[in-house]
């Protein structure tokens, strides 16, 4: 459990001026995010409470499917960056200069650290029955302009997973897998009925890419979602003045404003063949590699999620997602028993906020709302006289007695 | 549970050539760990969880005496890098050119990021009652020669905490709750007989700074341990050829070859006044800020770990820093046992490594002992003939049979 009072960090009165989206603002005034500089952001307790549920929903997931759990190096080295072409062609490729003229990439993506890693660890057509990796890790991205909030910024957190298979139908079968279980991610996140699995412009080696878009009135992107069959298309893949569905060829559309939250890219065998990836076959013979390459914002995540699920009185975080199940605000002599229920809701796999902070009703309940616990608690005098206390949750206006 | 033959990583048959030291060596034939470039390294899923069971010691020490886990930015503003006059003097600085002739600081500490951070919240007197936070996150130190192992890297994990008080007696008292929340991190790291509390050269603000010195041979560090009173000095405060202890005046010491695991300072009001830190006192006045911070790096007790308890079979974990308390060696077909057996070890708080690879039980055993896991469990025909499972510690050579 977290006693407020012990937390060095404060609610503010309203939205700070200048956040560029009321999600961003409300995170700000309750305190949960502060800015270093334009795209990167501190998070303070709550704030990283918040973020690190994001990543162990996303981390159970890859977890289920059998990816096993690394992490990689926020340095690269330029000569991969180099021999994948890349360390010009990337324009939001952080260079970063060493001691004795050395040069080094801060890594916006891993392709060119796990790719070689695997390399040393890839033999035979074995060890490619399951050859999947992920990380939960923060990347940098050289923006000229980073929006002042959490879902564009130079300093992120990503969940990045790669795959490696022995032909393209292995590739195939696996990347629907890896779909099913960012549905679920979406599921847990509350964004399963607004995120669209969207085709964009591919890349060399696939048709499409595919992209999680998040509607959100924000977005800086746009979508076309098939009115017969529902399939969307990223608008750089279409013609906006006849629309035609890549999946029925059906012609009326609907359009939406939307913000991309993950992606997940059939890599081919660009960077295998690249660092000389093979594998030897049951019969001996030396065969390429190819790979898949699957990403999901966590910090973007949080930022679209405040924003989304805002109301007038604060942030409304889904359950799985808040730094808290509960807050119990405390009016009175009533911490020992606050304690006591907040036991009885860690027993049962909660976790709950104390406010035991020396202010009024009316700042605890206004924070409450701000913070955006899902079910909040009063503990007072009043309350006791009824033998229990005062259940609410942050959707409705009404709440109810429970005997203690 | 982890199953072996579900990891995309192996070991190797002999420790990679040119190792700098045994530990890194063996982390590398177990397939712990993997070089990016010289001072940054891979964790594979093993080397992860070894390295996020020493951050979950330091997070659990550093909660229990009531300090708020937060999470900085790696990115650091110029302008406040220049305020605090460490933009050109901290010669170790990567300093990061970024679009449109911006310039960043990658941060090697974060008083440049925390103090101006901490001013948006504190105000009162009341604010100091316990302002206390940290983090555990990877830093970065623009090495000349990074030596080619965990200690010394270009990219490293570490603790750092930062706490901010009214008076200097009311700093002096934190820090000595920090000095025995150390003390207790090396208990449970298995390292508080070899680790020293060490007076070092002092800063602006005292005379001496503090540091947790641990005995090892590859040591880059010297201290002198006084043989009255025990106190630990760095060569750099004392005169060699007379030395004189600064606590008792005692003039025989020990000489030991050691590494700096920690290290906690008074920084005074250095970086508080550069940032315009003050509290207004209950009174009414305006006062200054005084701070403590205090380091442990994370990455580098993983390699001081590694290599102080290697043997001539592997590396040998402390019990709560291994990534697994128990390996099951699974001969024969008693999967289903063993996972039976894992959950079991589960429901009591312990993790369990399942190695149910296709190879034999030679390669298995050794495995198991270059893995470093504590407990070993056997589980065959024969041991399911006498009904049971063999149970030997790593630093034993022989097992018993335990019945199922």
Redesign the interface.
Known sequence: MILLS?????TQKSIPSGSDNRGTGLLLQA?YI?M??AG??????LG?RT?RNIEQIVREEMNAI?S??????????KENWEKTDRWNSVDIL???????WKE?A?NPTHEE?VTP??G???QSYK?LE????YQIQ?K?R???RAKSWLMRG??FLMKDMYS?HRTQEELDTYFEVVHAAYDRVFERLGLADSTHYTFASGGDFSKYSYEFQTEIAIGEDEIFVCESCGQAHNKEIIDENSFVCVECAHTICDRRIVSESANIFKLGSRFSDVFGLKYQDADGQSKNIVMGCYGIGISRLMGLIAEKFADDKGLVWPIEVSPASHIIIVIGDHLDQAKSIAKLLESSGHAALIDDRKTGFGQKAGDADLFGIPNRIILSDKTIEKWGYELKKRTESEGIIIAI
């Open positions: 012990t937390l060095p960090f404060k305190g502060r270093t500089l990167a952001y501190n998070y303070t307790t990283l973020l059998g096993s759990e690394v992490l990689l190096t926020a340095l690269g080295a952080f260079k970063l200069p060493g001691a004795e080094y801060l650290v890693l695997m040393e660890f890839i060890d399951n050859c999947s990796m923060t940098f050289n923006e000229k130079r300093e490696f």
